[in-house]
């Protein structure tokens, strides 16, 4: 895998200056934010992938249980504009809002909400990565979730920013792996009322 920085086109002073206007963090800031590290970040990546198949362009965010296991996952793809973390952060919200209820009332954190993203280029850092970092950070303070990790998708396979983890397979072209592959299983179906609290005592008989 190739580690680094990507730099754009900017002048190295107009890139720091549109870090701040854009929010983004730096691979530093990233590395020194105390984000959980995953225990299996292949099996989270290969669960991912085969779910929702991802094409460039592709955001995937997803819940993660203490264990490690899937919650809830929703994938959505990104509008062409300027990389922005207070916009990134917004659509990483009304993604979580739309499949897990807010943990906004504990006071520490106990779900962890991580973020896959395919794109087009090799493994290196670049700013658009920066701003789904300080969005997908934003998001889950507003959600009362654990920041995860942030791992990118590409052509040359996927890549843990920020701690130097990665593999070839799964990449952005690759077809999906068996769900055996992953100890994540399919995420629950969103139920509720009294014919699910029925079904939830039958099962525990």
């Not at 962890?112 to 280029?121: D, H, P």
């Not at 942030?150 to 690759?174: C, K």
Request: hydrophobic share 40%; proline share 8%; with cysteine.
């Amino acid at each position: 895998m190739t580690l680094g920085f990507a730099p754009s086109s900017a002048s190295l002073s107009t890139s720091t200056s549109a870090a701040s206007a854009n929010r983004l963090l730096e691979p530093a800031e990233w590395a020194s934010a105390g984000i959980p590290l995953l225990r299996n970040p292949r099996e989270v990546v290969s669960g991912l992938h085969a779910r929702h198949l991802p094409k460039p362009a592709t955001a995937i965010v997803a819940v993660l249980d203490p264990d490690e296991r899937l919650l809830a996952s929703a994938s959505f793809t990104r509008r062409q504009a300027q990389a922005d973390g207070w916009m990134f952060r917004n659509a990483l919200l009304a993604q979580l809002r739309r499949v897990i209820p807010h943990d906004l009332r504990r006071r520490t954190p106990v779900r962890t909400a991580v973020l896959l993203y395919c794109r087009e280029g090799d493994a290196r850092w670049t700013e658009e990565d920066g701003a789904w970092m300080w969005g997908l950070r934003d998001a889950c303070t507003l959600h009362g979730l654990r920041c995860g990790a942030y791992i990118t998708l590409t052509q040359d396979g996927w890549q843990v920013l920020g701690e130097g983890r990665g593999g070839r397979r799964p990449h952005a072209g690759s077809p999906p792996e068996p769900f055996a592959l992953s100890e994540a299983p399919p995420p629950l179906p969103r139920t509720g009322g009294a014919a699910s609290e029925v079904l939830r005592r039958a099962a525990a008989r």
